[in-house]
Structure formats: structure tokens, C-alpha cells
């Protein structure tokens, strides 16, 4: 779990799109997105493209009462590598949703 940790801490330390405020002894991480790299962001449909397009799956902030919808929720439990993998997956998601300048669909 140590090393699972440090891997999504590093992970959103070197993304340009992430920030983090890192875990304290939870089992899951809460990566807020950087509003001035994302200023469309929306969670629910960032949630959606990761899933289908990534096979990578998380959970919108908003399902959290985050009504900034700039959070995911992501569990630590896989091992080190396979949550780097996730977080490379991520970018892709975040890299191609900046590219566009609006989320890969409007969830109603």
C-alpha cells in the first residue's frame, strides 16, 4: 500500500493536468484536476471516456458531494506498477480531453 501511494503521489506531482493532497491512511486517493489546464473538465464524462476508452475504472467526485467536478476518486489498492500503468492511462484521457477543449460528451 506504501509503495502504491508513492507511485499515485509521484504519478500526480508529474502531471500537468493533476494535483493531489496525499493520502493520510485512506484507501483511495482523491486527484483534483487543474482547472487552468482543464477548464472544460467535467468528472462524469471524464469517468466514461477512461472507461471505454482506457478500461480504467474510477469514480466521479461529484459522486461525493464534489460539486466543483473537478475530482476523481481512486482506490490504492492494486500494486505499484499496475497504478502507474492507470495513471499513464489517465494522462492519455486528460492529454486527448485538453486537445479537444471540451469533455468527450456532456453527461445530462
Known sequence: LHETRRAVIEA???SKYLDL????GALYAFP???????PAFDDDAF?????????????????????????????LLPFAD???DVFIRIERV????AARGVPARQVA
Not at 32 to 38: G, T, V
Not at 54 to 74: M, Q, T, Y
Not at 94 to 97: D, E, F, I, Q, V
Open 82 to 84: 499496475q497504478m502507474r
Open 94 to 97: 486528460l492529454a486527448r480531453t
Open 47 to 75: 469517468a466514461l471516456d477512461l472507461l471505454e476508452h482506457e478500461n480504467v475504472l474510477v469514480v466521479p467526485g461529484s459522486g461525493f458531494n464534489d460539486s466543483s467536478r473537478a475530482h476523481f476518486r481512486i482506490t
Open 12 to 14: 500526480c506531482a508529474q
Open 21 to 24: 493532497v496525499a493520502p493520510q
Open 32 to 38: 483534483s484536476i487543474r482547472r487552468a489546464a482543464l
